[in-house]
Nanobody, 124 residues
Framework: QVTLVESGGGLVQAGESLRLSCTVS????????MAWFRQAPGKEREFVSG????????DYADSVRGRFFVSRDNAKYTAYLQIDSLKLEGTAVYYC?????????????????WGQGNQVNVSS
């Protein structure tokens, strides 16, 4: 049994920054690669960023590259998503996902465990 718990969402002005956290509890060994997805109202969940089990490899969607930064601290069983220069279109629920394979897939279906979601609202 494994659970991902997210925190850090909120209301942010466009151009400002935010850091999301995703903490793994329970059977932590079952989670290797982790990723962040987001889902805006009326849209499908889309890939944002991924990170390998030990943080040696990271991946970013083109839309966020250079503004979003993924990291993890395995001693704290936590992955982070630093979000800089937020845009209005960044308004979404941000989810972290985990999978047993150490592969930063961009496909939602490859992630078997999900956090509860962080609502990020970006205002002008």
């Amino acid at each position: 049994q494994v659970t991902l718990v997210e925190s850090g969402g909120g209301l942010v002005q466009a151009g400002e920054s935010l850091r999301l956290s995703c903490t793994v509890s329970g059977y932590t060994d079952s989670v290797a690669a982790m990723a962040w997805f987001r889902q805006a109202p009326g849209k499908e969940r889309e890939f944002v960023s991924g990170i390998s089990g030990h943080g040696s490899y990271t991946d970013y969607a083109d839309s966020v590259r250079g503004r979003f930064f993924v990291s993890r601290d395995n001693a704290k069983y936590t992955a982070y998503l630093q979000i800089d220069s937020l845009k209005l279109e960044g308004t979404a629920v941000y989810y972290c996902g985990g999978q047993g394979r150490d592969y930063t897939s961009r496909s939602e279906k490859d992630y078997r465990t999900w956090g509860q979601g962080n609502q990020v609202n970006v205002s002008s």
